[in-house]
Every structure is written in C-alpha cells, then in structure tokens.
C-alpha cells in the first residue's frame, strides 16, 4: 500500500528526494512519516508530518537539512534530502499511522502501515 521510491547512490552535499506512493486506499487523512534504518542499527525516526501538510518535526540529525511535504491529492508524501552525508547512508522507509490519529509521532511503533523501503547511499 506504500511504496517508496528515489534512493540511489550520491555523494556527500548532494540531494535527493524520495516519494512514498500509497495506492489501494487513502492516506490524505493519516499522519505519514519517515523512519531509516542503517546495517547493524535499528529503524530511526527521520521526519513526520500532519494530514494536513502542517507541523512537520524532524529528528536533530537531518533538522535543516531534511524536508518532508505531501499532496494529498497526489496521495504521496516526499523526503526532499540536501547537503547530505554518509552518516546519512539508510534504507529509508516511509510509514502511515493509523486513520483518525492526527498526533505526530517519533515512535516507530505507533505506526500501522509500512512501505518496502529504498537504499540511500551517500558516498565520502
């Protein structure tokens, strides 16, 4: 139902911008997030957003450097990443809490829905 997309491999200060696509159902209503998870570490909290596009918080690591948007029309959130750095190498994942739940979280398990992830590689 979510499917993430726009990883790839790029060097240090470069940007990329991921897309979470949600198909067979709507999330316009749900608060969507993006978590990452690096080999050998657990799934992160990344950034967060409200339904309505507002509010959006960001773990201190990517803060200034992360931005995360929606369309809801679209049904699909984005992670636009700039200045990056190989700290930042993940497999990124973008997550959905459930319908009528409008508070943010930072907790990865206070989110019902998961999409497959995409690689992040940032080189030195």
């Known amino acids: 139902q979510l499917q993430a997309s726009g990883g790839g491999l790029v060097q240090a200060g470069g940007s990329l911008r991921l897309s979470c696509a949600a198909s067979g159902r709507t999330f316009s209503s749900n608060v969507m997030g993006w978590f990452r998870q690096a080999p050998g570490t657990g799934r992160e909290f990344v950034a967060a957003i409200s339904w309505s596009g507002g509010s959006p918080v960001y773990a201190d690591s990517v803060k200034g450097r992360f931005t995360i948007s929606r369309d809801n029309v679209k049904n699909t959130v984005y992670l636009q990443m700039n200045s990056l750095k190989p700290e930042d190498t993940a497999v990124y994942y973008c997550?959905?809490?459930?319908?009528?739940?409008?508070?943010?979280?930072?907790?990865?398990?206070?989110?019902?829905?998961w999409g497959q992830g995409t690689q992040v590689t940032v080189s030195s």
């Open positions: 997550a959905g809490r459930g319908s009528g739940i409008s508070v943010i979280s930072r907790q990865k398990h206070a989110y019902s829905y």
